[in-house]
């Protein structure tokens, strides 16, 4: 993970007379895109904090609680995997992009906060924006949109049938027979054109022959976390 200079951030101030959107931020790094279409792309990270669907496979489970808030964002991101996090305002978080077009706001799950105002001034900085998501909340407007539906997991939340219109890939976690099912079910949902991902869950064996069978069946894209087989955060 690269480290940022602080730019004179603190703690959010309100603005006077003026509603501001306050984001629990757990972490913001440079990177490589590592999962789906744009896999290899140089890229910013945006990780929020918080998140109720409950994958148990999931690999970020320090983003799940509402989080320890802490003064600034260096400060939360001194231990790597930390529940800390900063409360910021979409313009200190813009401050923090020194680099790259492409910018990924994830989580936790990143829609369970209003990114409307976020993904407005990254847009305004020429940013290239991109959700990835659950789609258990509501998705706002991006460039890119991602959609990892997380089905009958065990904090209860369920897809919204407006997500499937609103994402540009579609990309399925797979760790059994049932899962290509359930995404042989729900593919339909999306638009036209919607590029349909497969991953391998944990990057097991079986996972992956699954998924290698499947693209080569149904012309899916295989998604194989590069970042854990390159070494990067």
Partial sequence: MLSFSPGGLSAPEKLKDQPV???RVNEIFETLQGEGVWAGTPCTFIRMQGCLVGCPYCDTKHTW???V????LLEAMQKKDSEECALMTAGQIVG???RHAHVVITGGEPCAQ???QLIKDLRGRGKYVQIETSGTYEIPEADWVTLS???NMPGGKDVLSRSYAMCHELKMVIGKLADLNRLQAIKDRC???VVISVQPMSQSDKATALCIAACLQHGYRLSLQLHKFVGVD
């Fill in 191 to 193: 638009p036209p054109g």
């Fill in 21 to 23: 959107t306050i984001y």
């Fill in 96 to 98: 923090y992009i020194r």
């Fill in 114 to 116: 209003d990114l409307t």
């Fill in 69 to 72: 808030v802490k003064s600034t």
């Fill in 65 to 67: 609680s509402a989080g």
């Fill in 149 to 151: 539906p997380k089905i």
